[in-house]
């Protein structure tokens, strides 16, 4: 791998001549793997448990694992039934660190492909408001997939310059995250096409685009609310002076420093913040600085969405629900051209102007009368929460059958099954199926099916 001159030069200014001969060396090493376990589904314990994989604990991410280059845990059923999602190490720690909680509404700005919005979903454990965006439509079509695929049931994916959603939503969000677009420095060692872009747009070009960002968000966050920004690269450019910009054009917003953690290192210039290096930790390059608004005179916008009145739903999708006995709040249910949402609470009336690729979870569409299941919905359930329960162990060679997109016969011991079943491995949902008596007619949506 070949890198530029004027690359080097700046890393041996940053690190000193001892350090960036150790930063150097760390490019002579194996690239690491990671996956994060699912916390809506399964605890890291009982994971660790379960999986054939060989996995070693992230020391600084409590459901984060190292994994060996030569596993695919991408073709696994485990993979299929949302139970982790395979992520570079660092690029965990941006989520891991802004304190979301039940109930909160979180933007994840730059979210695809769902690294970060994941993990603050499974924070928010159904309650709240979570907004995915990401301003390439191509992009947050993969991040819509991963949310489903977590059985993220609160989320709204949205495709927006950042622009547009300060004017839509003013002062709403409690938490944010800003993963924004960078040079990609901390990166070169894991994807030698980063270093290619590296030639073409350097850090000078992305900081305009970054500061355009922070200004934007900084708009967004509710007095007391939290702001996360990170990046993956090195420059001070891109990262500790946007912090002083951002705090320069805001000055309602504080530095809330970041705790350090073996192999972390402080700011550059810039105390609170927190850099990895690949050299010090086992993973790649990343930048993070943790903000707040100050609460003294300021007053949220915030428009708080009325309560909508419990509509009639249709005969078909009454009866299907009456199957699962997952809590759902009726009047959150939306039909949009025959499709059925179900909407995040606090979803605000303001918001339905912008481009949404998805408002809330999909429940299904109502074909001619007939209701059919979303594949989102079956991944929003629990195996206990439904009525009719198909369930696999995973060794069961009709698992992959299932997941391939065939129909499935039942053994005679496993009885026959009429209408809507929920299809499981080991008790975690992986889709829906039709029974006929002893065989089921596959539902597993067809652009997720193994290859």
């Known amino acids: ?46 994971f660790k448990e379960m999986t054939s994989l060989s996995l070693k604990p992230v020391p600084w991410i409590k459901n984060g694992f190292y994994y060996e280059g030569d596993e695919r845990p991408a073709k696994d059923p485990c993979y299929y039934a949302g ?11 941006p989520a891991s660190l802004l304190p979301v909680q039940p109930g909160d509404k979180v933007l994840d700005l730059c979210a695809a492909p769902g690294g970060k919005s994941t993990e603050l979903g499974a924070k928010l454990s159904g309650k709240g408001m979570l907004v995915s965006n990401d301003i390439s439509n191509s992009r947050a ?15 709204c994916v949205t495709s927006e310059e950042p622009r547009k959603l300060k004017e839509t939503f003013g002062a709403f969000f409690d938490k944010i995250l800003i993963d924004a677009p960078c040079s990609g420095e901390g990166m070169f060692r ?37 702001l996360l920004y990170s990046t993956c690269t090195f420059s001070i450019c891109e990262d500790e002076d946007i912090i002083r910009f951002l705090l320069e054009e805001h000055p309602d917003m504080e530095l809330i420093p970041l705790p350090l953690f073996e192999g972390a290192s402080e700011g550059i ?47 078909e999708l009454t009866e299907f629900l009456s199957m699962t006995t997952k809590p759902l709040d009726r ?26 690729l998805r408002t809330g979870l999909l429940l299904g569409e109502m074909k001619k009368g007939r209701f059919e299941p979303a594949q989102a919905f079956a991944m929003a359930l629990k195996a206990e929460e439904f009525r009719q329960v198909v369930s696999w162990e995973k ?10 997109g065939e129909t499935i016969s039942l053994k005679e011991e496993e009885g026959k099954i009429k209408g809507w079943c929920l299809v499981c491995f080991d008790g975690f949902p992986l889709g829906f199926a039709k029974g006929t008596g002893s065989t089921l007619k596959n539902k597993y949506y067809p652009g997720w099916r193994w290859q």
């Not at 355009?212 to 007391?224: K, R, S, T, Y």
């Not at 690949?278 to 300021?298: N, S, T």
Request: aromatic letters at 10%; a neutral charge.
């Open 331 to 356: 009047s959150r249910i939306r039909i949009k051209n025959e499709m059925v949402y179900y909407l995040p609470e606090g979803f605000p009336e303001q918001a339905r102007s912008l481009r949404f």
């Open 269 to 315: 210039g810039l105390s609170g913040c927190l850099r990895l290096f690949p050299h010090r930790i086992k993973g790649e390059g990343h930048f993070m600085a943790l903000l707040k608004k100050r609460q003294a005179d300021i007053v949220s916008d915030r428009k708080e969405s009325r309560k909508e009145k419990e509509a009639a739903l249709p005969e």
């Open 83 to 93: 139970l982790y999602y395979l992520q570079e190490p660092s690029a965990m720690t």
């Open 395 to 404: 060794s069961d060679e009709r698992v992959i059958r299932y997941l391939k």
């Open 1 to 46: 791998m070949k890198l530029s001159e004027a690359f080097l030069n700046r890393m041996k200014d940053l690190l000193g001549e001892e350090e960036y001969e150790a930063y150097i060396r760390s490019f002579e090493e194996d690239r690491l793997y990671g996956l994060r376990v699912n916390t809506l589904k399964i605890t890291p314990e009982t």
């Open 190 to 226: 894991k994807d030698v096409d980063m270093v290619k872009s590296y030639e073409e747009h350097g850090p000078e070009y992305y900081a305009q685009i970054q500061k355009e960002i922070v200004n934007q968000a900084a708009d967004m966050l509710v007095p007391g609310g939290l």
């Open 141 to 155: 079509k993969a991040l819509l997939k991963n949310l489903e695929l977590w059985g993220i049931e609160n989320s």
